[in-house]
């Protein structure tokens, strides 16, 4: 006899654990299967050890201008197995924390690989085979690294974004192929622990989808912390040459080609359920990336089997997943729950860091809507000049008429965190008004977000162009 759940989830990351934790909490009987580590990409391979990276690596680069605070410091260097060990102490202590929560919850653990037998039975095959029924089936089985059809991309010692956090020691060069969020977070991160960086991007702006004008303040940061960024470029093969990798592409009509000791392929990632044998239940799969197709319930086309995360493809990120992780539950336990993505933040980990919700000015322009901006040099403020920085600019975008906050966006220090007051105002449709109208704690980096409201109606205070 099979074991009978009222809901069972494969996959353990942010949209998995999540979606089990609550439905613990709901008092449903709740099976989470995952066939390999509690957390999924994001906890082990992905959010957190690179955010344990960025932190290290900025406090190397802080070390270095030290001298600009008034403080000495001689001898200094990254002692990068120790950083690498960091890493994984943190990891291990938040997967520890899941697995607590899950306990405290009531949710069952299965380790093994799930398949479909038909909709309502899973086949799991761990370091025993079983059989499990569920009600309802919740998948979350995340994305993988894309791969392109590049002549070399699959050289031994090629780095995936995965990889990449296992190094045993820092190379002297690197070039990363795929100027998006995950490669640009890689190429500051490497730069700032003293690595000579190439960034080889296929299109003409980095980090696609972001606002131009932040899109362009990026490529200057780079290049200001010499950064190689080579835009507009096609790689068309990777060689390997006695000290490492020579990586050809195709620039402006003309052949060019980079060398170094490592190459680092981030070119995006792709909805993942291979093994899960989807047919077997009926599931509609997407064309185009062969996404698990679900409605904003989250509901796949066959009744009682629910998407949630990256294997949508909806919007590749941890926070959204888990939302989503929440929706489902409270759609399986009869609440009539829809997802809401037009304020979904977003969070890129540069230096400096860049925030982004709702619109951007060009998707704004797409869709016919009369806009205006109010934007503020993150360089006008007292707190962050306090702290040595000047780089970055804050961006609000809002309908002319009825000055409604519909998008923005932030490049700067604290962006990640700061860009919480502009998604809540999206959410909400707040008009800059409201903003204004909020008194701003000072010296804050929060200030910036003030100024650009006032921006968008009789001027900043602080600044004037």
């Known amino acids: 006899m099979a074991e009978k759940y009222e809901i069972a989830i494969v996959g353990s990351g942010p949209g998995g654990y999540v979606a089990a934790i609550r439905a613990g909490q709901m008092g449903a009987k709740t099976a989470l299967i995952e066939k390999e580590v509690l957390g999924g990409t994001c906890l082990n391979w992905g959010c957190i050890p690179t955010k344990a990276f960025v932190r290290s690596a900025e406090l190397f680069a802080d070390i270095k201008e ?17 950083v690498v060990k960091r890493k994984d102490k943190i990891v291990k202590r938040l997967v520890g924390g899941i697995d607590h929560l899950l306990k405290k919850n009531g949710v069952e653990r299965i380790e093994g690989e799930a398949s479909f037998i038909d909709k309502n039975y899973l086949k799991v095959v761990g370091q025993k085979t079983l059989a499990l029924e569920a009600d309802n089936i919740i998948i979350a089985t995340g994305s993988v690294p894309s791969k392109l059809p ?13 990889d990449v956090l296992d190094l045993k020691e820092l190379p002297e060069s690197m070039i990363i192929v795929g100027g998006g969020i995950i490669g640009m977070e890689f190429a500051f991160i490497f730069q700032n622990f ?72 981030a070119v995006g990632r792709r909805p993942y359920h291979e093994g899960l044998k989807t047919a077997n239940a009926g599931l509609k799969i997407s064309e185009k990336r062969g996404a698990i197709v679900v409605n904003n319930k989250l509901e796949t086309n066959v009744e009682g089997i629910y998407a949630v995360g990256d294997v949508t493809d909806k919007v590749l990120l941890a926070h959204v997943a888990s939302h989503q992780g929440v929706i489902a539950v409270e759609n399986i336990m009869g609440h009539d729950k829809e997802m809401n993505y037009d304020a979904v933040p977003g969070a890129i980990f540069t230096s400096p860091e860049i925030g982004t919700v709702g619109l951007t000015e060009a998707e704004a322009e797409e869709k016919g809507i009369d806009y205006k901006v109010g934007t503020f040099p993150f360089a ?49 449709g707040l008009k800059a008004e409201d903003l204004i109208e909020t008194i701003h704690a000072h010296p804050t980096t929060a200030e910036v977000i003030h100024e650009a409201a006032l921006d968008l109606k009789a001027g900043a205070i602080h600044f004037t162009s």
Do not use: C, H, W
């Open 66 to 82: 030290a001298q600009n605070f008034g403080i000495k410091v001689e001898g200094a260097e990254v002692d990068f197995p120790a």
């Open 380 to 428: 006008a403020s007292g707190k962050v000049m306090a702290m040595g920085e000047r780089e970055g600019m804050v961006k609000i975008i809002a309908e002319t008429e009825t000055e409604k906050i519909i998008g923005g966006a932030i490049m700067g220090i604290e962006a990640s965190d700061l860009i919480a007051e502009l998604t809540l105002a999206v959410r909400l």
């Open 194 to 265: 003293g690595v000579d960086v190439t960034v080889v991007e296929y299109l003409d702006q980095l980090v696609t989808g972001v606002d131009a004008d932040i899109a362009k303040e990026l490529n200057r940061s780079a290049r200001r912390r010499k950064i190689s960024v080579k835009t507009g470029a096609e790689v068309k093969e990777i060689k390997e040459t006695a000290a490492g990798y020579e990586v050809v592409f195709e620039q402006k009509g003309k052949a060019k080609s980079v060398e170094g000791e490592k190459v680092l392929m």
């Open 150 to 162: 590049i002549p070399g991309a699959d050289l031994a010692g090629i780095l995936s974004s995965r």
